[in-house]
C-alpha cells in the first residue's frame, strides 16, 4: 500500500500540531499502523502504533500523554495528534504500514511507508 503523509511544519513548544497519512486508493483494512520519526543524525525511532484489529494504540516513553494517534471509523486515514510539542520533538515524522494485526516497535517490520513529513519544535 502507497501512503501519502501530510500536516508537518513549524510550531512552537506547547503548541499543537496534526499529522495526517493516508492510503492511495484503498483503505487501511488489514494494516497496523505506526509513525515512526528521524531526527537529524540520529536513527529512526518508533512514535507509536495502532492495531487493525483492537484499535489499541502504544506510544513510545518519550511521546506517552503527549501524543495522540487515532484513526478514521472508516480506516481511510491515520493520524498523530502532537500536544505540547518539545524541541527534541523535531523530526522527520513517516507514517507506516504492515499486514498484520500486531504492532511492532521496530521499522523493520514495516513494508510501506510514507514519504515523511518534516515537523520542526523552536523553543
Known amino acids: 500500500v502507497q501512503l501519502q503523509a501530510s500536516g508537518g511544519g513549524f510550531v512552537q513548544a506547547g503548541g499543537s500540531l496534526r499529522l495526517s497519512c493516508a492510503p492511495s486508493?484503498?483503505?487501511?483494512?488489514?494494516?497496523?499502523l505506526a509513525w515512526f520519526r528521524q531526527g537529524l543524525g540520529k536513527e529512526r525511532e518508533f512514535v507509536g502504533g495502532i492495531s487493525e484489529s483492537t484499535g489499541s494504540t502504544y506510544y513510545a516513553d518519550s511521546v506517552k500523554g503527549r501524543f495522540t494517534i487515532s484513526r478514521d471509523d472508516a480506516k481511510t486515514t491515520l493520524y498523530l495528534q502532537m500536544n505540547n510539542p518539545k524541541p527534541e520533538d523535531t523530526a522527520v515524522y513517516y507514517c507506516?504500514?504492515?499486514?498484520?494485526?500486531?504492532?511492532?516497535?521496530?521499522?523493520?517490520?514495516?513494508?510501506?511507508w510514507g514519504q515523511g513529513t518534516q515537523v520542526t519544535v523552536s523553543s
Open positions: 486508493g484503498r483503505t487501511f483494512h488489514g494494516y497496523s
Open positions: 507506516a504500514a504492515r499486514r498484520s494485526i500486531v504492532v511492532v516497535a521496530t521499522a523493520r517490520g514495516y513494508h510501506s
